[in-house]
C-alpha cells in the first residue's frame, strides 16, 4: 500500500529524521538506510516497521545531526613531538639544512596528537532514534488510513454494482429458458408440420436444457463471496492476501455463471461482472 510518513526530533543533542515511503508490492519488501553511526539499529527498525506494516515495499531513511558536534579530547603526544625534534635537529647539524622547524610543520607529522571521541552509549542512542521512528510510523499510519477508507468505499460500491448485475442474471435465468422451450417447439412443429407434437417430449427436454443454464448455485455462493468482502472490510486489519484468494473463487464462480448462459444479454452481464471483478483485484493489490 502506498503511504507516507515523517518526523524530525531532537533528543539529547541529536536531531534525528526519518522518512517512511512505501508503494505496493505483494509480500513486505523493507529497506533502511543510516548513517554509519546508527548501523547497528537497522535491525531495531525493521522490525518497528514490521509492527505496523505486513505488506509493500517500503524504504526507510534515517539522518542524525549532533548539535555543537562530539564533544572531543585532544591531547598532545609528547614521546612522538621530542622524537620528531630530535631527528629534525639531527638533521640539521649532519647535513647543514636550513632549522625551519615550526608549529605549523610538527602537527602536520603523523601521531603528534591524540583524539579522544566519547563513547557512545548504544542503547540510549537507539532507543532515542527509536522514539522518531514511532512518530514517524504514525504519520505513516494516518495517510495511509485516509487512503484505506477511500479505497474501501470504491469496493463497497463495486460489491454493490456486482449485485445488482447478478440480480439481473437471477431473473434473466427463467426467461432463457421459456425462450429456448418455444424454439425447440416452434422447430419441432416446422419439422414435423402435420405430425402431432409429443409435449412430454418438449418438457424433458426443457427440464434438461434447465438443468445446464440453471446458475442459482453459482449465483448464491457468488453472494456469500461479496458478503464476507463486506465483512472483512468491516473487520479492519491487514485483509489484502485474504481478498486476494475470494477475488479467485468469485472470478471463477462468475466463469461458470458466463460458461451457462446462453443468452447474448444475459452473456453481456457476466462481461460486465468480470471487469468489476477486475478493478476490484487491481484495488485490493493496493490494499495490505
Not at 41 to 64: C, L, N, P, Y
Not at 73 to 91: F, H, Q, R, T
Not at 217 to 233: C, G, K, W
Amino acid at each position: 500500500m502506498t503511504g507516507y510518513g515523517r518526523a524530525v526530533e531532537t533528543v539529547n543533542g541529536r536531531e534525528f529524521t526519518v522518512e517512511i515511503r512505501s508503494v505496493n508490492n505483494r509480500y513486505l519488501d523493507c529497506t533502511v538506510k543510516l548513517p554509519r553511526i546508527l548501523s547497528f539499529a537497522e535491525d531495531a527498525v525493521k522490525q518497528a516497521v514490521k509492527t505496523q506494516i505486513s505488506r509493500g515495499k517500503v524504504d526507510v531513511f534515517v539522518t542524525v545531526h549532533s548539535e555543537g558536534g562530539e564533544e572531543a579530547k585532544i591531547s598532545l603526544n609528547p614521546s612522538m613531538v621530542e622524537g620528531y625534534l630530535d631527528a629534525m635537529k639531527k638533521m640539521v647539524n649532519d647535513y647543514g639544512v636550513r632549522d625551519d622547524i615550526s608549529v605549523s610543520l610538527l602537527s602536520r607529522m603523523p601521531d603528534v596528537f591524540t583524539v579522544e571521541k566519547p563513547e557512545l552509549d548504544e542503547d540510549q542512542l537507539k532507543a532515542d532514534l527509536m522514539s522518531v521512528v514511532e512518530k514517524a510510523l504514525q504519520g505513516y499510519d494516518t495517510m495511509r488510513c485516509t487512503e484505506g477508507k477511500a479505497m474501501e468505499q470504491d469496493l463497497r460500491s463495486r460489491g454493490e454494482t456486482i449485485l445488482n448485475l447478478v440480480a439481473q442474471v437471477e431473473s434473466g435465468s427463467p426467461q432463457t429458458v421459456a425462450d429456448y422451450r418455444a424454439r425447440l417447439e416452434s422447430k419441432l412443429k416446422e419439422v414435423l408440420a402435420s405430425t402431432t407434437i409429443d409435449e412430454s417430449r418438449i418438457l424433458t427436454e426443457a427440464a434438461i436444457f434447465a438443468d445446464k443454464v440453471a446458475v442459482d448455485e453459482e449465483t448464491v455462493r457468488l453472494r456469500s463471496h461479496l458478503q464476507q468482502m463486506n465483512t472483512m472490510l468491516e473487520n479492519g486489519g491487514a485483509v489484502g492476501r485474504k481478498l486476494d484468494f475470494l477475488l479467485q473463487e468469485m472470478n471463477r464462480e462468475s466463469n461458470t455463471i458466463g460458461s451457462k448462459c446462453s443468452d447474448v444479454r444475459l452473456a453481456r452481464i457476466v462481461v460486465d461482472i468480470k471487469a468489476e471483478l477486475e478493478k476490484i483485484r487491481e484495488q485490493t493489490q493496493n490494499i495490505e
